[in-house]
Nanobody, 123 residues
Framework: QVHLVESGGGLVQPGGSLRLSCAASGSIFTINAMGWYRQAPGKQRELVADITSGGVANYADSVKGRFTISRDNAENTLYLQMNSLKPEDTAVYYC?????????????????WGQGTQVTVSS
């Protein structure tokens, strides 16, 4: 079993910054791509940013230039630095990871999600 635990959410004023973290633990052989998604009330979950194991990042147009995704492969940890936050960034932010796990029958690829952390941008 693999667990993803997010932290760092909270209430921030427009223009402020937050840094989200996601720590992965459990029966991990390797972690491939990792990403941040968000879901606002009444809306579908959407990709915010993702990053390969080699560090190649991809961003949603709405956050380009404001958010930076990074990861520490040695610590199995994913980060999202969010600057110049806007009220429309308000959502629950979820961590996602594509993990290669070792099962009794051999290796398998699994996708895991964290429980989410609330980010609220409001004055």
């Amino acid at each position: 079993q693999v667990h993803l635990v997010e932290s760092g959410g909270g209430l921030v004023q427009p223009g402020g910054s937050l840094r989200l973290s996601c720590a992965a633990s459990g029966s991990i052989f390797t972690i491939n791509a990792m990403g941040w998604y968000r879901q606002a009330p009444g809306k579908q979950r959407e990709l915010v940013a993702d990053i390969t194991s080699g560090g190649v990042a991809n961003y949603a147009d709405s956050v380009k230039g404001r958010f930076t995704i990074s990861r520490d492969n040695a610590e199995n940890t994913l980060y999202l630095q969010m600057n110049s936050l806007k009220p429309e960034d308000t959502a629950v932010y979820y961590c996602n990871a594509d993990v290669k796990v070792l099962l009794p029958i051999g290796f398998a690829a699994r996708t895991y999600w964290g429980q989410g952390t609330q980010v609220t941008v409001s004055s």
